[in-house]
């Protein structure tokens, strides 16, 4: 018989896992009209039709019933409305409201970019391996391929770097294609003006004017940008010059559907474009440590992960921390554990909408599909990427792949 397991169903319903396991206690006693799968010795609730009619409704209940004399009533401080518009606004309230998560993207904003820009200054001081390091190895490691067996036949290069944080990703590289006098535009796009911001300073201050920056507002899960390169397409130079896409950092694997970046990107590629990507991989390392904080080992959510709920007026005490790994949907994640049942008034130019979030519901503020390099290598081909080249660090840890689109 199929059933769930415990921390599944937790994760599904969005309660407790002592909630789960009092449902099947209550069924075990005759009170609930479960039916369980009983292995090892240990209960589980079956996967039926009629447990998942019983438990939507138990859950809708629990929400019925709420304490109101015991709800905390908050309402966003005034900097919310004046970073976000209505539809950015809609979206995280609908994105908490349905999917109980904190949409990633609106965290760059105005300081949020900032606390980003640290984090990544912080990663570039650290002596051992991580993202930004490695990433930067892996551009050096593979040189001479992307040279030699990809640039060799053009005299221009232009760069479209996908979600630029603060540009120290690509540094070197932009270094290189300068001392090669290969680098063309070099176009930059973000959803945060203030990260778009930060990276144009940065370009300015290493390369004193060499490289001219031209920054795009845009959302990778929605927003394509082939017709920032149109005009590549057309004219004489046209054959000579090559579009290359950096997307670097895993960006895709903390969305809730990394498959619709990469779509956004297949659809706005051209048949000779390049899309470099850059990842880490899934190992037990990875899947037990994770430190987004500006100071490495603080507990506390990093500045990043509270932004919003910052903007919110949402309390530190209002909320447990919980980090780990769903090894049932391969997920690390961050996430917060509601002590307190909260109600949160947002203004809309149509009326107020007021969201009632209950104790015991976990809100996710951070998560990373785990991916082998076989899963990545799928993944591409599934989305209508072909892979040209492959390389991974001597450790395995971080992957650099280099793709074009499949044509028919």
């Known amino acids: 018989m199929l059933y769930f397991k415990n921390p599944e169903l937790a994760r599904l319903y969005h309660v407790t896992l002592r909630t789960v396991l009092n449902w099947i206690e209550a069924a075990k006693q005759g009170k609930l009209d479960l039916t369980l799968h009983t292995e090892k010795g240990r209960s589980y609730i079956a996967n039926t039709t009629k447990n998942t009619t019983t438990i939507k409704r138990l859950v809708e209940e629990r929400k019925k019933y709420r304490n109101s004399r015991a709800v905390k009533v908050v309402t966003p401080r005034p900097e919310f409305y004046k970073l976000y518009n209505q539809a ?52 050096i490691e593979n040189r001479g391929y992307i040279d030699s067996v990809l640039f060799a036949k053009y005299k221009r290069i232009n760069v479209v770097d996908i979600g630029v944080g603060n540009a120290l990703p690509v540094r070197e590289f932009l270094s290189h294609l300068l001392g090669q006098q290969k680098l063309g535009r070099y176009i930059a796009l ?65 969305f809730r559907d990394p498959d619709g970046a990469f779509r956004i990107i297949r659809d706005s590629m051209d048949r000779n474009d390049l899309l470099i990507y850059t990842d880490k991989l899934d190992s037990e390392a ?27 007026n949402i309390d530190e005490s209002f909320y447990d921390v919980e980090m780990g790994y769903d090894e049932y949907i391969h997920q690390r ?75 028919e």
């Open 333 to 407: 994640y961050i996430r917060v554990r509601l002590k307190v049942s909260l109600n949160i008034k947002f203004k809309f130019d149509m009326g107020e909408r007021i969201l009632e979030l209950n104790k015991g519901e976990a809100i996710l503020l951070w998560r990373f599909w785990q991916q082998s390099a076989l899963d990545l290598e799928r993944r591409f081909d599934k989305n209508g990427f072909y892979t040209l080249h492959s390389s991974q660090t001597a450790d395995r840890q971080y992957i650099m792949t280099i793709s074009q689109v499949k044509c």
């Open 286 to 312: 990875s899947r037990r440590y994770f430190d987004f904080n500006n100071e490495p080992g603080k507990t506390r959510l990093a500045p990043n992960h509270r932004f919003i709920f910052n903007l919110l």
């Open 88 to 139: 950015q606004i809609y979206e995280i309230v609908t994105n908490l409201n349905v999917h109980k998560e904190v949409p990633r993207q609106f965290n760059y904003f105005d300081g949020g970019a900032h606390n980003w820009d640290e984090y990544v200054r912080r990663l570039e001081s650290e002596e051992g391996p991580n993202q930004l390091k490695s990433t930067i190895q892996l551009f």
């Open 190 to 254: 973000d959803i945060s003006a203030e990260m778009l911001e930060i990276a144009r300073a940065n370009i300015e201050k290493w390369f004193e004017g060499k490289v001219e920056f031209e920054g795009y507002e845009l959302d990778i899960n929605y927003d394509r940008f082939a017709n920032i390169l149109a005009t590549e397409s057309l004219g004489g130079d046209a054959k000579d010059t090559l579009n290359l896409m950096l997307f670097l950092g895993g960006t895709p694997y903390n």
